[in-house]
């Protein structure tokens, strides 16, 4: 068993992105790049791979280790999670025991497709769910909290139920909605304690911060890091007028990635931020996601130059 604790992962955690060719095949100097950019400095506590921001659910069971062992090598010991996206239990397993054997640290189980449509409103299904992914490996278990709106997020009492099953020792929590989010913060804090709690809500990391967490799990963080250190930094110290200013550094960069309709495009405007960066040559998702339009593309572009990640020249 990972002697990894939710103690572990207090702090910031980066959801990288991962960059492809033009034959959509992966870019594995992008990628390198990438992580020295957003999981090598030393106000980043851990890495998670193979999520939502990673594209996860669009790479085969070989590209998903490849992820795992690479990142292992480049950030050395800080604590590496692996996503599981899965549409059935058997295949979740085999995800499990795979980015066990490649090196990773815990297993961040997204909730499958199959437990939507209310099922996630009580805890049967996703308990059992979860309980069987962690008999199945000896690592620890984070959960993965989708948006109310996706119809796929866990209630309080369901979410502390699942966060109560042994080997679970953290939750990114993504409801996308403040009043959720402090219902759902107190009810982990009464059922399971030493459950990291990691925000994760898009528009709303000022207000999660003010209510409380132990870190923040973000994609975001891959485009700016120094932005999230500084916000994390100031929430750690209690300084509210640090903790506003640091939001507000943040702020245009959050309304350029997530404000506009699809928000599923976010992780796509990340990738973008980073080709005008320079990090990567090449910003396309693979499909069915979408490349960025050109009027997005303009918005993080001024977003990155507010914030002085990106010079007037470029």
């Known amino acids: 068993m990972s002697k990894l604790t939710g103690k572990d992962l207090h702090g910031l955690t980066v959801a990288t992105v991962l960059p492809f060719l033009e034959d959509m095949s992966i870019d594995w100097a992008g990628y390198d790049r990438v992580l020295d950019h957003c999981a090598c400095p030393a106000g980043i506590t851990a890495v998670l791979v193979n999520g939502h921001a990673g594209e996860g659910g669009a790479l085969s069971d070989a590209e998903r280790v490849e992820v795992i062992r690479r990142t292992r090598a480049k950030i050395g010991p800080k604590p590496l999670l692996a996503g599981v996206i899965a549409h059935a239990t058997d295949v979740a397993i085999d995800q499990a025991r795979q980015a066990e054997a490649a090196g990773a640290d815990c297993i961040v189980v997204f909730p499958a497709i199959p437990l939507g449509g209310g099922a996630s409103l009580t805890a049967r299904a996703p308990r059992a769910y979860v309980e069987a992914i962690a008999r199945a490996v000896s690592l620890p278990v984070s ?11 866990y209630a309080p009492k369901v979410l502390a139920e699942i966060a109560s099953v042994p080997g679970v020792i953290a939750v990114k929590e993504g409801c996308d909605s403040i009043l959720a989010y402090d219902e759902n913060l ?8 030493d459950v990291a709690v990691l925000a994760s809500n898009f528009n709303w990391f000022l207000p999660q911060l003010a209510i409380g967490c132990d870190g923040i799990l973000s994609g975001l963080i891959s485009l700016v890091p120094d932005l999230f250190i500084d916000l994390w930094t100031a929430a750690k110290s209690n300084d509210l007028v640090a903790l506003r200013a640091a939001n507000d550094r943040l702020y245009p960069v959050i309304r350029a990635i997530y404000h506009d309709q699809p928000v599923m495009d976010m992780h796509t405007r990340m990738k973008t931020g980073l080709k005008e960066m320079g990090i990567i040559a090449n910003d396309a998702p693979r499909a069915p996601l979408m490349p960025v339009l050109p009027e997005q593309r303009a918005k993080i572009v001024a977003a990155l130059r507010a914030t002085g990640q990106l010079a007037e020249h470029v």
């Open 143 to 153: 959960i993965f909290q989708y948006p109310l709106g996706s119809g796929m997020g």
């Open 186 to 193: 107190r009810a982990l804090r009464a059922s399971a304690p």
